[in-house]
C-alpha cells in the first residue's frame, strides 16, 4: 500500500508517501515569513498552503520514485489546527481523490504526534506514554495500540510552546522563539532566577504554562524597568527553559511510572528543545525507563506522521470505510477544563 499524506494544520505545508510503516518522502516547506508579525498570520497561512501544496506533492512523489497512478489512498490532517489552514489540505486531497479515484483518511493531527515514536523505530512496543509538546498542545498520553490511547494530562491554557514563543518576545528574540531561548540558554545558568513551576505538586498529569509568562513580564518590569541588559538574556533564558522543562519532565516520567511502561515517546516541535531530550533521558534512566526522541523532521509538523496512522487505519479498518468525501475539517484544540 501506498499512501500519499498531507498536512496543513498550521504553518508547515507538508507532503510525504508512506509504505509498510516507513516513510519513501516527507517535504516539509516553513512558512518563516510570520516572524515579521511576531506569530502566525491565519489569513497569510492559507495562502502561503495554496502556493506551497501541489509543488510539494510533486516533490514527495519524486523523491519516492512514484507518481499519482502509484499510489493507494490518500491521507490528510483533518483536525485540530487553523481553520483556514486545515481546509487547503482538506479540499487538496478531496481534488485527488476525485481524480484518482482514492479513498481519503482524514486524521486528526495529535495521533500522528502521538504514534511518531513507531514511524522512528518500529521495533517500539505498546504500551508507552507520549508527551506531545508543541506551539498548540501540550499533553500526555497512555498509548496502548494504534486504535487505544488517553489523555492522562492536558494544558489549561497556553501550550509549552506557546509559552517558549511569549517569554522569548518579552527578552526581545524573533518569532519562533523557542529555538532561540533553547541557544541562549547554553550559555546561561539555569538557577540564576528562580521562575514558578506551575502545577508541578497538582498531583495529576494537567499543565499550566501561563504564569510562567506573567511572572517573568514581571521580573522584567521591576528588575530591568529601562531595557533588559544583554548579559542577563543567557540566564533568563536557560531559568525560563528550565521552569518549562522541569514540570514536563516530572509530569511525563511520573506518568510512566504510575502505568509501569518501560517507554516514553516525546514529539512535537519543543521536543527539539535539547535541556527536555536531556533531562527527560536523565530523569527516566533513574527509573529504567527508556526514552524515543523521533528525528526534527518526525517531531515538527510533518506529513509522514499523518500517512503513518492512516496507514494503519486501514489496515484495521475497511477501505470503504474512508470513501466519505463530505468529512469536514474542526480547528478545536484538545484542553483541560479549568476548575
Ligand atoms: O510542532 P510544531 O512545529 O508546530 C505546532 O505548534 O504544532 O511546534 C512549533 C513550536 C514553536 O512554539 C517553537 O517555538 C517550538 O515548537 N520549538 C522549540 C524548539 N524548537 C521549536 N521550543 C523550544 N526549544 C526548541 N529547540
Ligand atoms: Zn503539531
Known amino acids: 500500500m501506498k499512501i500519499l499524506a498531507i498536512e496543513s494544520s498550521c504553518d508547515e505545508t507538508s507532503a510525504a508517501v508512506v509504505s509498510g510503516g516507513n516513510a519513501l518522502s516527507n517535504i516539509i ?16 497561512a492559507s495562502r502561503a498552503h495554496l502556493k506551497a ?13 512514484l ?12 483536525q485540530p489546527g487553523l481553520i483556514g489552514s486545515l481546509i ?35 521495533q517500539l512496543e505498546f504500551p508507552y506514554i507520549t508527551l506531545v509538546v508543541s506551539g ?6 497512555l498509548v496502548e495500540s494504534y486504535s487505544e490511547y488517553t489523555a492522562m494530562g492536558l494544558t489549561k491554557d497556553d501550550a509549552a510552546g506557546e509559552a517558549f514563543d511569549k517569554i522569548a518576545k518579552l527578552l526581545g528574540m524573533p518569532y519562533p522563539g523557542g529555538p532561540h531561548i533553547d541557544k541562549n540558554a547554553k550559555n ?34 521591576k528588575n530591568f524597568p529601562d531595557g533588559i541588559p544583554d548579559e542577563v538574556i543567557p540566564d533568563l533564558a536557560a531559568s525560563a527553559q528550565a521552569a518549562i522543562v522541569d514540570v514536563l519532565v516530572a509530569k511525563t516520567v511520573e506518568a510512566a511510572a504510575k502505568t509501569n511502561v518501560n517507554h516514553i515517546v516525546i514529539a512535537g516541535g519543543v521536543s527539539a528543545n535539547s535541556s527536555l531530550r536531556s533531562e527527560m533521558a536523565a530523569k527516566a534512566s533513574i527509573e529504567y525507563i527508556n526514552v524515543i526522541a523521533p528525528e526534527l523532521q518526525y517531531c515538527m509538523d510533518n506529513a509522514a506522521m499523518i500517512g503513518f496512522i492512516a496507514e494503519k487505519k486501514l489496515e484495521e479498518n475497511d477501505i470503504k470505510d474512508y470513501s466519505d468525501l463530505t468529512f469536514r475539517v474542526n480547528p478545536n484544540a484538545l484542553r483541560a477544563k479549568r476548575k
Open 136 to 141: 498548540g498542545h501540550t499533553a500526555i498520553f
Open 67 to 78: 507518481t499519482m497512478n502509484d499510489i493507494n489512498a490518500l491521507a490528510v490532517t483533518s
Open 53 to 65: 501544496i501541489s509543488y510539494l506533492i510533486d516533490e514527495s512523489l519524486d523523491k519516492a520514485g
Open 88 to 122: 487547503v489540505g482538506s479540499n487538496f486531497a478531496k481534488g485527488l481523490s476525485l481524480k484518482y479515484n482514492l479513498p481519503i483518511v482524514p486524521v486528526n493531527h495529535i495521533e500522528g504526534h502521538i504514534f511518531s515514536g513507531n514511524l522512528q523505530d518500529s
Open 29 to 44: 516547506s516553513s512558512q518563516h515569513f510570520h516572524s515579521k508579525f511576531g506569530g502566525v498570520v491565519p489569513e497569510l
Open 188 to 221: 546561561g545558568n539555569p538557577k540564576a532566577y528562580n521562575f514558578p513551576r506551575s502545577m508541578m505538586n497538582s498531583k495529576d498529569f494537567n499543565f499550566s504554562f501561563s504564569g510562567i509568562k506573567t511572572a517573568i513580564r514581571y521580573f522584567i518590569a
